[in-house]
């Protein structure tokens, strides 16, 4: 994908807001099933395609050890790999693989149809493919805004449970000025689910983005 079409993507909230819990109560079962098979349980991941800033002609957008922003890639560089896939394939962002990983295989053409087959044509520009970030239940990643004049996105797994509301300020409240309660923000948006065997449930988050326009320690 060239930047232009990068740049076209549904930012998080347009994405999630196409993305309606009518859809979800309907397609998330559907997709937990497909992903739980031995196949793609522990290798994909779903969520919302959406962009994190604009790229500049020839960049990409590159996670490297947790921390996401643009570069130009060197075409002979065998450590980034794609991790984000479209519907119809296309990989949309990278990611650069830690000594001894290995990538993701490109999602097969038969995944790819079941996916695009449970989604449909219009879903099909709001959901896509990840990679599995193997957290195992009762984990998520949480990414938030860095730096937003490099356009650094950070990521930082943590507890679930712990995160019972937003901790955006040194005081453990948000600051980010628009929630009514400090305590309680809700500008997180969950952004990635993957499947796996558990004994009372098979879907988790994978991913959750902030809205806010701070890092979040």
């Known amino acids: 994908m060239d930047y232009e079409q990068y740049n076209a993507l549904p930012t998080l909230e347009q994405a999630n807001e196409a993305f309606t819990p009518q859809d979800r109560d309907r397609i998330l079962p559907k997709l937990t099933q497909l992903f739980n098979t031995p196949a793609y349980r522990d290798t994909y991941a779903f969520g919302l395609v959406h962009r994190h800033f604009e790229l500049k002609s020839g960049e990409q957008m590159v996670t490297t050890n947790l921390v996401t922003s643009p570069e130009i890639l060197n075409p002979q560089d065998p450590t980034v790999v794609p991790d984000r896939w479209t519907a119809d394939g296309v990989a949309f962002e990278y990611t650069r693989l830690n000594p001894g990983a290995t990538a993701t295989p490109v999602p097969s053409a038969e995944l790819l149809k079941a996916f695009r087959a449970i989604v449909g044509p219009e879903l099909g520009r709001y959901v896509g493919i990840f990679t599995n970030p193997k957290l195992g239940p009762g984990r998520t990643l949480m990414d938030g805004t860095e ?17 019972a509301g937003c901790s955006c300020g040194p005081g453990g409240g948000c600051e980010c000025g628009a929630c009514p309660d400090p305590k309680a923000c809700e500008h997180w948006i969950t ?19 902030v809205k806010c326009n701070i890092r979040c320690p």
């Open 147 to 163: 730096n937003a004049e490099k356009r650094q996105q950070s990521l930082r797994i943590v507890d679930i449970l712990s995160r």
């Open 191 to 209: 952004a990635a689910w993957f499947a796996y065997q558990g004994e009372d449930s098979n879907m988790a988050v994978a991913m959750e983005c």
